[in-house]
Nanobody, 122 residues
């Protein structure tokens, strides 16, 4: 069973930056599209960003466009989420997830990481 492991969360001031990492323990068709979701207290989990491993296509939620960048490192089998201009509204637990396609990642992620807390102070 392939596992996704996130790292990089923590506390940052508003306007600051942070980078999250999601490393996969292997490669299967379930990891071809990998991305990030987040869940704030009292709110539903929401999509943040995704990248397809082979096409390089990316997708972003409107709320993070222009501030967040998703990228991948083939050698490390790792996906990164660079978050700039962070806002208190970005505070949430961030989860890495994967699926065979970006479309499936939106509707039916197949693998999940354990989550990492990101807190943005005002």
């Amino acid at each position: 069973q392939v596992q996704l492991v996130e790292s990089g969360g923590g506390l940052v001031q508003a306007g600051g930056s942070m980078r999250l990492s999601c490393a996969a323990s292997g490669r299967t068709d379930s990891t071809y599209a990998r991305g990030w979701f987040r869940q704030a207290p009292g709110k539903e989990r929401e999509f943040v960003a995704a990248v397809h491993w082979f096409s390089g296509n990316t997708d972003y939620a409107d709320s993070v466009k222009g501030r967040f960048t998703i990228s991948k490192d083939n050698a490390e089998n790792t996906v990164y989420l660079q978050m700039n201009s962070l806002r208190p509204a970005d505070t949430a637990v961030y989860y890495c997830a994967s699926a065979p396609t970006i479309t499936m990642l939106h509707t039916r992620p197949q693998l999940w990481g354990q989550g990492t807390q990101v807190t943005v102070s005002s």
